[in-house]
C-alpha cells in the first residue's frame, strides 16, 4: 500500500561514505585512549631507533628527525571502540623516511612498534611504507599533546587507531608477526577498519 509519507522517508540521510561499518562520527571531540600513565617525555630527551631486520640500525634525536623532509597526514582516524575522527591533520616524517635509512633486509617482514612506556604494537611492513605511515609530532599545526602521544607518535590511519602506538621510541623490523599488547590480548594482528578486523579471528 503506498504511503503519503513516501518521499519524506526517501530523504533520510545517507550514511557519510568515510564511516567504516561500525563507526560513528566522533565529530570535534578527539577521545584519549591510554593503557598506561602518560609520560611527560622532554623532545630532548626523545629519539626513535630503528633496529632489527635492517642493514644499517639508525637512531634519530628530535633534532635529526626534523631534519629529515617533513611529511603531513591529511584524513580520517578509526578506533576499534568505534569513534572515527574526520578530517584529521598531522605533521612530521614519513617512515619511508626512516626505512630507506636503515635499509631492511630482504627477510623483513613485520615491524614490532615500541613506545617508552613498554606498549608495543605489529605491524605488517607493507602497511607502513608506501606513504601510509608517519611519525606525528604535530596535530592541527601544533606540537602533539602528551595525551595525545606527545612528543612523537606512530600514526597509521588506515589501520584502527591501537597501532597507532603513542610514544613511539622504536621500531623493530622482523622475519615473522610477533603480536603487541593488544595483540596479545585478543585484538586483531591487522586491524584494517574497513573489514572490521577487531578481534583475532574476524
Ligand atoms: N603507548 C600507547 N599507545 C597507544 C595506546 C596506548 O594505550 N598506549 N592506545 C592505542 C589506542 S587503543 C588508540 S584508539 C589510540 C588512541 O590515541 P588517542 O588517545 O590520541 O586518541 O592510541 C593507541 N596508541
Ligand atoms: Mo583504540
Redesign the pocket.
Known sequence: MPSPTRGFLGRRRERDPRLPPGQYDVGTD???????PTPRIPPERWSITVDGEVESPTTWTWDEAHRLPPSEYRGDIH???TWSKFDTRFGGVSLDTLLEAARPTAAARFVLAT?S?G?T?NLPLADVTGGRAWLAWEFDGRPLTP???GPV?LLVPHL???K????VSRLTLLTEDRPGF?EQNGYHDRGDPWRQQRYQGD
Not at 578527539?30 to 598506561?36: F, I, N, Q, R, Y
Not at 597507532?164 to 610514544?167: D, L, N, R, T
Open positions: 578527539w577521545p584519549v585512549l591510554t593503557a598506561e578506533c576499534v571502540t613506545s612506556t606498549y604494537t595525551e595525545h602521544g607518535r584502527y587507531f591501537w597507532s602506538a603513542k610514544w593488544w
